[in-house]
């Protein structure tokens, strides 16, 4: 697969960022199919590794905050504990093939188990140590680039915190909108970062402000890059057939 090709793959499915938790960027394996046939199976398991990578990156941030700010705490541990048992299952074949086989009895299941086990021939490639630590070190320094955004944004209002406390506060929010798994954490990150400003003597006014346009700077400008991407994808390559589904 050519590397602008790739390019074009990635940045098309920024379109689905508003689903919940972003799952909704598998189109993003439907997309690679229609251009190299590699089953969804085999590819889908990026996304989830996207994600995880998403959300231990975010969580390192926001346990950073929590120990300093005191705030917090416990919705980041809890999570936290969650994605380190995820990443232990899938990384250890004698304890995730042995759960596999078992729901292979189930009829409904069982005639999908092949797709099942190689997507999780995938997933095992690619949380081991280190593709995934370099994933997360990639996506910390993405992530990274969004809080200063935040922090940015908070300045020009005169509102200095500090970047750890905009980090923070991007960081914490945005976990709480995923695990809601509301399309785009619409409605709690908006709420959780308005709350936190407020609850720093920020008049609510100027609180909802800067949460307007940290979320249209980052949510709602990738949403618009993936429509005209995957526009100019069509353009290329044609409209995604249904097989391809």
Known sequence: MKKID????????????????KLGEVLKSVLVKE????????????????RITDFLSLLIIAIAGAIVFDY??????????FFIFLIFI???????????????????????I?????????????LKLKPLVLMTVLSLLSWGFECFGY???????????GLLWASFSYSFSTIVGAISMLPGGLGLTEGSLTFLLVQKKVPVDISVATTFIIRVVTLWFAVLV???SLSFY???FGQIKNNSI
Request: proline share 5%.
């Open 6 to 21: 790739s390019l074009s793959t990635f940045m098309s499915g920024l379109i689905m960022s508003v689903t919940p938790a």
């Open 35 to 50: 251009i190299t046939g590699e089953p969804i199976s085999k590819t889908a398991p990026i996304i989830l590794a996207e």
């Open 72 to 81: 917090g705490g416990d919705v980041t541990i809890v999570v936290a504990a």
């Open 90 to 112: 899938i990384s250890n074949k004698k304890i995730a093939l042995p759960i596999i086989n078992f729901f292979e009895k189930i009829p409904l299941i069982k005639r999908y």
């Open 114 to 126: 092949h797709n099942i086990h190689s997507a999780y021939e995938s997933s095992y490639q690619l």
């Open 151 to 161: 922090y940015l944004i908070l300045m020009n209002f005169n509102l200095d915190f």
């Open 226 to 228: 993936g429509i005209i």
């Open 234 to 236: 069509q353009r290329k």
